[in-house]
DNA sequence: TCCCAGGAGCGCT
DNA sequence: AGCGCTCATGGG
């Protein structure tokens, strides 16, 4: 009666200056993220591993995220993969000490760095995911972004309920490389979004774009030419998914609206920066162009 | 109604 | 290589 069922249990090492609680509060500022889910400080998440559905839940005690499987017993190699997983969604393989020695010499970072200290960038490990969340995301304010996925992974993503809620995972490539511009656009995809889409997911499909092809890239500016010479991966999502996916500190999506709005914000201006402004900033900025704009998105 | 939104591709110089 | 036009639709 009642048995406890005995959990398996997997813990990650965290580094010292990693906030959880910080990085909680930027996974929570979404109302429609339906990859995951934040219930009392716990990270609820749900991946495809071997054509298995697993569920885990993440929480943290000061030095490690602990990670319990409630459903399943993970294999070995399951294991090891959440593990990749977590470690590249919050960047936990970074040494940020020169990031924050830098930031605490720049007038614009300062202030940002002291109120979010410990915040890590919270990425998208999964690289499909990214890439499409980038493209959904271009031009489109985040509301409606975030309507836009919601759609797409309520109707094309696998899931599984547990204690009440419904948990997805992003579609896949098999499914979305099938799908036709009208089904896309049945959701309010535009046409070229859908065509981006659909046709990422079939390049991929095909072994022709994958995270290892980037990193076989020697160069940052020959991962993220090879990145934008696919249709739909223009520099700014070149950017994006090279800090989001691929953790590259160096990644830099200098025309994103949002760093213009934070920087006008910080720096009091009755105007967004110029390009020249942007560029002369971020010459502080250097080597860690991804942790300067993940910071300021986090201050507006 | 108007302007903007976490842009990108394309055609024309 | 750099500029301007077009796409597309919800939010505020």
């Not at 993220?33 to 009392?40: F, G, K, N, S």
């Not at 940002?112 to 890590?120: A, E, N, P, T």
């Not at 919270?122 to 304010?141: D, R, T």
Request: charged content about 25%; proline content about 5%; hydrophobic content about 40%.
């Amino acid at each position: 009666m009642n048995e406890k069922v005995q959990l398996s249990q997997l813990s990650i090492p965290t580094p010292q200056d990693f906030s959880f609680a910080e990085c909680l509060k930027h996974l929570m500022k979404p109302e429609q993220e339906w990859l995951y889910r934040v219930i009392d400080n716990s990270i609820y998440k749900l991946l495809k591993m071997d054509d298995e559905l697993i569920l885990f839940i993440i929480e943290w005690q000061p030095g490690n995220i602990i990670v319990k499987f409630p459903l399943t017993q993970p294999s070995t190699i399951q294991v090891k993969k959440v593990t990749t997983f977590i470690s590249e969604w919050f960047d936990l393989e970074k040494d940020l000490r020169d990031f924050y020695e830098l930031a605490n010499n720049d007038p614009i970072l300062r202030p940002i760095v002291q109120s979010y200290y410990g915040l890590r960038i919270v990425g998208i490990p999964h690289f499909f995911e990214a890439i499409s969340w980038a493209i959904i995301g271009q031009q489109i304010n985040l509301t409606f972004a975030y309507t836009l996925k919601k759609r797409l992974v309520e109707k094309y993503g696998e899931s599984l309920e547990y204690e009440g809620n419904k948990y997805y995972v992003f579609p896949s490539l098999e499914i979305v490389a099938s799908l036709t511009v009208e089904d896309l656009k049945l959701l309010q995809f535009s046409a070229r979004k859908a065509e981006y889409i659909i046709g990422i997911a079939q390049l991929i499909l095909q072994g022709k774009l994958s995270k290892d092809l980037v990193l076989k890239q020697k160069t940052f500016e020959q991962k993220h030419l090879f990145l934008t010479s696919i249709r739909g991966i223009g520099p700014w999502t070149a950017d994006y998914v090279l800090m989001k996916s691929l953790q590259e500190p160096t990644a830099f999506p200098i025309s994103d609206v949002g760093l213009h709005n934070a920087l006008k914000k910080q720096l009091n201006l009755d105007r967004k920066p110029t390009m020249a402004e942007l560029k002369e900033l971020a010459m502080n900025w250097e080597g860690w162009q991804a942790y300067a704009t993940f910071y300021l998105w986090r201050s507006l």
